[in-house]
T-cell receptor, first 114, second 107 residues
Framework: SAVISQKPSRDICQRGTSLTIQCQVD?????MFWYRQQPGQSLTLIAT?????????ESGFVIDKFPISRPNLTFSTLTVSNMSPEDSSIYLC???????????FGPGTRLTVT | AQSVSQHNHHVILSEAASLELGCNYS??????LFWYVQYPGQHLQLLLK??????LVKGIKGFEAEFIKSKFSFNLRKPSVQWSDTAEYFC?????FGKGTRLHILP
């Protein structure tokens, strides 16, 4: 198993600014992911954070808007850039320890953009 | 397109009632199926999973789910719900999630 923490837990940001969310896992994991959960919607996968290389983004998400880093096996960051109110959402970090897709989730970061 | 569909967005039941939450999927690869649960104020956590073998799988807290390949379904069941089952339930195929079902149990 893995225990995941995220910082910050919530933030209120102004339009046009950027926010970096940190994700820390208590053990080495094979893969880390970033999701967005908008009100009343499902979890939508933003990208897979690859250790030591560029993240793999899902359709509709681009590196310029959501730059991701993963410098080691237990840590990743997601930046939400040039924010607009439409970016208001919960951002979730998750990780897997196997190739089955079974995931452990962080508590989420609730972002409000005004 | 790959997708997961949950039929019920909001379910209200009384304690001791039986529960069945529907989940259908469209997926082209190896089907690894999950139900996750998010209790109020807590993280998403795994409720149960199916990879292969017996299509009836049991999870925590008395939940079970049945994989029916011909129907592309993975419905979640519990014979007698408790107030503490109030939560949001998500069906997933690998990394693809349904929209979730909010379950509210009346004491």
């Amino acid at each position: 198993s893995a225990v995941i923490s995220q910082k910050p837990s919530r933030d209120i940001c102004q339009r046009g600014t950027s926010l970096t969310i940190q994700c820390q896992v208590d053990s080495q994991v094979t893969m880390m992911f970033w999701y967005r959960q908008q009100p009343g919607q499902s979890l939508t996968l933003i990208a897979t954070a690859n250790q030591g290389s560029e993240a793999t983004y899902e359709s509709g998400f681009v590196i310029d808007k959501f730059p991701i880093s993963r410098p080691n096996l237990t840590f990743s960051t997601l930046t939400v850039s040039n924010m607009s109110p439409e970016d208001s959402s919960i951002y979730l970090c998750s990780a897997t320890t196997s190739g089955t897709g079974e995931q452990y989730f962080g508590p989420g970061t609730r972002l409000t953009v005004t | 397109a790959q997708s997961v569909s949950q039929h019920n967005h909001h379910v209200i039941l009384s304690e001791a009632a039986s529960l069945e939450l529907g989940c259908n999927y469209s997926y082209g690869g190896t089907v690894n199926l999950f139900w996750y649960v998010q209790y109020p104020g807590q993280h998403l956590q795994l409720l149960l999973k199916y990879f292969s073998g017996d299509p009836l799988v049991k999870g925590i807290k008395g939940f079970e789910a049945e994989f029916i390949k011909s129907k592309f379904s993975f419905n979640l069941r519990k014979p007698s719900v408790q107030w503490s089952d109030t939560a949001e339930y998500f069906c997933a195929v690998r990394l693809i999630f349904g929209k979730g079902t909010r379950l509210h149990i009346l004491p």
